[in-house]
């Protein structure tokens, strides 16, 4: 199958690459944020040349030169993801504990915790907080990350399916479901009396094995391939499903995630997804 050197930037045609261009002379470097270069099956980009654009922060990849629509399947984790923040941490905030809260969720991502005993142990520090503060982290720390809008925009015109599948809660992927218009999102479930957090969580865990889980029943519904299905996140708990997908992507990740990872992205948005597709 033909191979892309695909390379991404905003204000691409601003950039100075004279090395890289001095390479591939043709196509010449476009005026808009990607440049798709076809190159032989057997290419190896030049130290020299990856050295240059990772200087000039761009993203680049080398992949089978596909449409977007040979893509059935995107599963993405929500936090630092599909989203700037991390819920926990936020909510947390709510109640002065940010600093103590997220410190745990660092080592969490980076794969030196577990990931289910230290969501518990999160949650825990959580209870009593009432439920409203829910809806505050919601409507006033929550961005969503960019690019996101636009990526499940390209899913719906070409027959894309996006699931979600997050370590935090349903409070946050249901209304990103219903803002967003996909239909499949997964994520934990604060356990709720009279207004109040208890500080525990419902049913299982959505752990780094579970998201794994979800990505074979999706594949398995679709009938697809796994060369048709993009991975996408940012923590060691998105290992599993990144090492699966035919392209997991390692998303402004922690090095853990990007060692694992066979692709990343680490100063466009998720649109780059997206620009790595005829």
């Known amino acids: 199958m033909p191979q892309v050197l695909v390379i991404q930037a905003q204000n691409l045609a601003t950039i100075s ?11 010449e470097k476009p005026t808009g944020s990607t440049w798709r270069i076809p190159v032989p099956n057997d290419f190896r980009l030049p130290e020299h040349i990856a050295t240059e654009l990772q200087t000039a922060q761009c993203d680049f990849a080398v992949l089978p030169d596909l449409p977007f629509s040979h ?4 599963v993405s984790d929500m936090d630092s993801t599909l989203i700037t923040i991390e819920c926990i941490d936020e909510i947390a905030a709510q109640a002065g504990l940010k600093d103590q809260v997220a410190a745990i969720t660092e080592r969490a991502m980076q794969g030196e915790l577990d990931f289910e005993q230290s969501l518990r142990s999160r ?9 409203s503060v829910l809806q505050t982290v919601y409507d ?3 961005k969503l990350t960019d690019g996101a809008e636009y990526l499940l925009q390209q899913c ?3 027959g894309v399916r ?5 370590g935090g809660f349903t409070f946050f992927t249901d209304q990103l479901k219903a803002r967003l218009g996909f239909e499949h999102a997964y994520a934990n479930q604060f356990e709720i009396e009279n207004g109040l957090l208890t500080g525990r969580v419902l049913k299982r865990v959505v752990d780094a094995q579970m998201k794994a889980e979800v990505l074979a029943q999706h594949a398995a519904e679709l009938g697809c391939e796994l060369s048709q299905i993009i991975a996408v996140g940012d923590g060691a708990n998105d290992i599993p499903m990144i090492q699966v997908a035919g392209f997991g992507v390692a998303f402004h990740a922690k090095p853990k995630t990007q060692a ?5 992205i680490n100063h466009n948005g998720l649109e780059a997804l997206r620009g790595w597709f005829a």
Do not use: D, M
Request: glycine share 2%; aromatic share 4%; no cysteine.
């Open 162 to 166: 996006f699931v979600l599948v997050s």
């Open 17 to 27: 690459l004279p090395q890289t261009q001095q390479h591939f002379t043709q196509p």
């Open 156 to 158: 719906q015109q070409n």
């Open 260 to 264: 694992a990872a066979k692709l990343a």
């Open 140 to 142: 006033h720390a929550l």
């Open 123 to 131: 949650v825990a520090l959580l209870k009593g907080l009432p439920e």
């Open 71 to 74: 893509i059935k399947l995107i």
